[in-house]
């Protein structure tokens, strides 16, 4: 017999069966309609003006039309409360043993308190669970009623979308999911047996009545048989004998009682054969039974072992492929990031190595562009040298016009200032003036190509600072692209180590045993996060 209790944990003050609630005109009214499938109650209506307690009926709180008392022993006595506020009406379960129940959902764990939990007009209400009571075997039901909830100005509250339970696969817990399969597989199991003992036990009703009209039979069979020898024998001594009167009747009266005496033996004789008889078959079919449901037991159990054999290899199999598999993401891992730091070594001396060459580029066009700017001065030093040689060789002939008349047309025409040297030392004989004017055009053209070379050589340098950019972000785009695979790899291995924690809870609750794997799994976390950390 389970033995109901309940707590209480709301300080409200409840009426008796016997106390009067004065009822307010406004006050929100609920309805409880017995349903079939329920232990027989009258319809009752409750008005919510302050929270109503549903529970067991005890001495001080009977059962009656305008409480939730209810005559019913697998309810507790504080079983559930139902109140309403700001328009919605609140069921809570208070601790009770058995639970509370809308539309087949049950509001808390066993003895826990559960938060409120709204309904709805048409919701179907349970309170507690059919217990069978082993010692008598009576099984005694449970409250099931359909709610009715009215607002107080009367009209009837918002009916729930559905009474029905909708769940969603996604929101169960894997662990109660695994509970309820292992309820499901025992409920088979139960109701298995309950079904081999109907069995037997009609085998053994139709047996027993069997013997029993043989048994009847054969007692009503050998009480003739006394009878007709009973008679054959007082026939017997009639004739053989041959009494007075008194005699006789004293013969038949001892006769009579060693008649009755033979019959109460034999009868007492056939009843206990007939009990022992009884007794043997009844033992006989207990063994048979008790032997049948050992097998089917001893089947059942064979069946599960091997079946939780054949789960616990596949666990360990694809425990090991996956552990197979985070060696090899391990090991992927440790190259990538090998090769990432080669990689990013490789780089980062390029990219110094380019730096330095562009600094020294940039140097070099510095000093071309000093150079540069160097050879201009130079160049307008000698054009005033040059203009003003000219003037002194018009200083040193002022009166020789014919002889040395230059043509200032095509003086002015020419277009180098080798050509206009030129002109002016055909006109000009002394030696040391010729010489150094031929000095002057040599150095121009000197001066005229190296700046050409320089101008070059700063063009070569300006395509080669673009080629060290271009190779400096190829560099980084290569850095970028090993960062995103790293972190690929990254996410995959996560992904895995996700798989074998969903694996783990699996073996674990098929098993039973999860301290050795919990611990590996854990040293294999702090590894990937090593290697995350790292990279």
């Not at 700001?86 to 826990?112: H, I, M, P």
């Not at 008649?259 to 009843?271: D, F, N, P, V």
């Not at 050409?452 to 980084?476: F, G, I, N, P, Y």
Request: charged share 30%.
């Amino acid at each position: 017999m389970v033995v109901v209790s309940g707590g209480w944990v709301k300080s409200v003050v409840y009426p008796n069966s016997g106390d009067v609630i004065a009822t307010s005109k406004m006050a929100a009214k609920a309805v409880l309609i017995c349903r079939p499938n329920s232990h027989p109650f009258q319809e009752r209506s409750l008005t919510l003006d302050q929270p109503v307690k549903i529970g067991r009926s005890v001495a001080r709180a009977r059962a009656t039309p305008n409480n939730a008392i209810f005559d019913c022993k697998v309810l507790s006595r504080n079983h559930a409360l139902l109140w309403y506020e700001n328009g919605k009406f609140y069921l809570q379960d208070t601790k009770s043993s058995n639970g509370t129940f809308v539309n087949n959902q049950r509001l808390s764990k066993g003895a826990e308190e559960s938060p409120p939990r709204e309904v709805c007009s048409g919701d179907i209400v349970q309170f507690g669970v059919d217990v069978m009571e082993n010692s008598r075997k009576v099984t005694h039901g449970c409250i099931v009623a359909t709610l009715k909830l009215y607002l107080p100005d009367g009209k009837e509250a918002k009916a729930s979308p559905s009474t029905s339970v909708i769940s969603s696969v996604g929101m169960v817990p894997l662990e109660d999911l695994y509970q309820l399969n292992q309820y499901l597989q025992e409920a088979l199991q139960r109701e298995q047996l309950l079904e081999n003992k109907l069995a037997t036990l009609q085998r053994l009703v139709e047996t027993t009545r069997q013997a029993s009209d043989l048994g009847w039979k054969a007692l009503i069979d050998e009480d003739r048989l006394l009878s007709r020898v009973e008679i054959l024998e007082n026939q017997l001594q009639m004739y053989s004998k041959n009494f007075a009167e008194d005699k006789l009747r004293e013969e038949l009266r001892k006769l009579q009682e060693d008649k009755c005496q033979y019959q109460g033996t034999a009868k007492e004789s056939l009843r206990k054969m007939l009990q022992e008889k009884l007794e043997a078959v009844q033992k006989m079919q207990d063994l048979e039974r008790t032997l049948s449901n050992t097998e089917d037991e001893c089947a059942h159990l064979k069946e599960l072992c091997e079946r939780s054999q054949q789960d616990l290899k596949d666990l360990a199999l694809k425990y090991s492929l996956q552990l197979q598999k985070v060696e090899d993401l391990t090991s992927k891992l440790q190259e990538t990031e090998d090769q990432h730091r080669e990689v990013c070594e490789r780089l980062e001396q390029e990219k110094q190595e380019l730096q330095a060459r562009l600094q020294e580029q940039l140097e070099a066009e510095r000093a071309l562009q000093l150079r540069l700017e160097a050879l201009q001065a130079d160049g307008d030093m000698t054009q005033k040298q040059l203009a003003a040689l000219q003037s002194h060789l018009h200083a040193l002939q002022p009166n020789n016009d014919i002889d040395t008349k230059i043509d200032l047309d095509s003086f002015k025409s020419t277009d180098s200032t080798a050509t206009q040297v030129d002109i002016i030392l055909e006109r000009i004989e002394p030696d040391n003036m010729k010489e150094a004017l031929q000095n002057t055009q040599d150095e121009i053209e000197n001066l005229r190509s190296l700046l050409k070379r320089s101008e070059e050589e700063l063009k070569e340098s300006h395509a080669r600072v673009d080629e060290l950019h271009t190779q400096l972000e190829e560099s980084r785009i290569q850095e970028d692209s090993n960062s995103e695979r790293i972190r690929e790899l990254q996410e995959r291995l996560e992904g895995l180590e996700l798989d074998l924690e969903l694996d783990r809870v699996e073996s674990c609750r098929e098993s039973g045993d999860c301290d050795k794997i919990h611990v590996y799994l854990l040293q294999q976390k702090m590894i990937i996060l090593d290697f995350t950390a790292c990279s």
